[in-house]
């Protein structure tokens, strides 16, 4: 009979401990949040042609949408060129260049907490 006082006792003392240490069934249950920003360093942007770069660094992600049903998703994109064949060239936070020709049929985008959607 005292062996089960001390089984109860510590029992109700562990559940104490894991309620107060936000535990679920044994396992430490804990919210991070990330940092407000987490997209990855910037990489140094070098344009050697006569095309203009606009900045498109509001988007956190960038989609080609295709009639075949594949896309093309850019994260972080950085950088948008269009030219007069409306072929895109796109710049990554990771230094990924992208081509993008034509043939594309939409494109989804969406911009970081607080930015505009259109610019």
């Known amino acids: 009979m005292v062996a089960e006082k001390k089984e109860d006792i510590v029992d109700q003392v562990r559940k104490e401990v894991e309620k ?3 535990m679920k069934e044994g396992k430490l249950v804990e ?5 407000e920003d ?4 910037q990489e140094q942007f070098i344009n050697a042609t006569r095309l ?3 900045n498109i660094n509001n988007e956190l992600y960038r989609q080609y949408l295709y009639p075949n049903g594949a896309n093309i998703t850019i994260n ?5 060129s269009i030219d007069n064949r409306n072929i895109h060239r796109v710049f990554d936070s990771t230094g990924l260049s992208y081509f993008i ?3 594309w049929i939409g494109i989804v985008s969406k911009a970081k907490p607080g930015a505009p959607n259109f610019t």
């Open 20 to 22: 107060e240490l936000g």
């Open 31 to 35: 919210t991070v949040i990330g940092p």
């Open 38 to 41: 987490s997209r990855p360093p």
């Open 52 to 54: 203009r770069f606009n």
């Open 76 to 80: 972080f994109p950085l950088k948008l």
């Open 101 to 103: 020709p034509p043939s």
